[in-house]
T-cell receptor
Framework: DTGVSQNPRHKITKRGQNVTFRCDPI?????LYWYRQTLGQGPEFLTY????????KSRLLSDRFSAERPKGSFSTLEIQRTEQGDSAMYLC?????????????FGEGSWLTVV | AQRVTQPEKLLSVFKGAPVELKCNYS??????LFWYVQYSRQRLQLLLR??SRESIKGFTADLNKGETSFHLKKPFAQEEDSAMYYC??????????FGAGTILRVKS
């Protein structure tokens, strides 16, 4: 499967612990996105990278959240001091550069449960 | 502000009946509109986008700027159409803004 890959697929953690999710985008896609989805809602934008540069962050991304894409390939999303309200599906997506249209391809997501 | 509204949480129709999933948007410029679909246990995937003006799996959607709508339609529903459907808008920046989604349930 050459699609967007995310791991772990599921994570259960105790409140206050740190968690990290990894996303491997489709090869040669220079744009990478993180979204969060809770039950009954559509995906909500968190942040966006073009290559290694983080170009936009949502107000939803509190100081406890940090995302990186060090070499412009894979990305990580870390949540520090997790809270029960962080329980959600974290989706990663990627797309090619501007000349390739605007189709964004999604991964299968990483489920986080904070207990 | 960019906003997408899908007023129906659930739409239940019989096989062979017409389907219309409603989507309204709020955006001051010229948006690009999309429909994404998520089948059971599968990832979110693009169904169609307004700039392509294409029909995918029998579905069509027309952008109506006057009514700020982008409703998804299919004349004859099939059981395999049962899924979650999201309308999305791409405007400022390079991100998609999604509606809350509509579950389509096609009954035999």
């Amino acid at each position: 499967d050459t699609g967007v890959s995310q791991n772990p697929r599921h994570k259960i953690t105790k409140r206050g612990q740190n968690v990290t999710f990894r996303c491997d985008p489709i090869s040669e896609h220079n744009r990478l996105y993180w979204y969060r989805q809770t039950l009954g809602q559509g995906p909500e934008f968190l942040t966006y990278f073009q290559n290694e540069a983080q170009l936009e962050k949502s107000r939803l991304l509190s100081d406890r959240f940090s995302a990186e894409r060090p070499k412009g390939s894979f990305s990580t999303l870390e949540i520090q001091r997790t809270e029960q309200g962080d329980s959600a599906m974290y989706l990663c997506a990627s797309r090619p550069g501007r000349h390739s249209g605007n189709t964004i391809y999604f991964g299968e997501g990483s489920w986080l449960t904070v207990v | 502000a960019q906003r997408v509204t899908q007023p129906e949480k659930l739409l239940s129709v019989f096989k062979g009946a017409p389907v219309e999933l409603k989507c309204n948007y709020s955006y001051s410029g010229s948006p690009e509109l999309f429909w994404y679909v998520q089948y059971s246990r599968q990832r979110l995937q693009l169904l169609l986008r307004h700039i392509s003006r294409e029909s995918i799996k029998g579905f069509t959607a027309d952008l109506n700027k006057g009514e700020t709508s982008f409703h998804l339609k299919k004349p004859f529903a099939q059981e395999e159409d049962s899924a979650m459907y999201y309308c999305a808008l791409s405007g400022y920046g390079n991100k998609l803004v999604f509606g809350a989604g509509t579950i389509l349930r096609v009954k035999s």
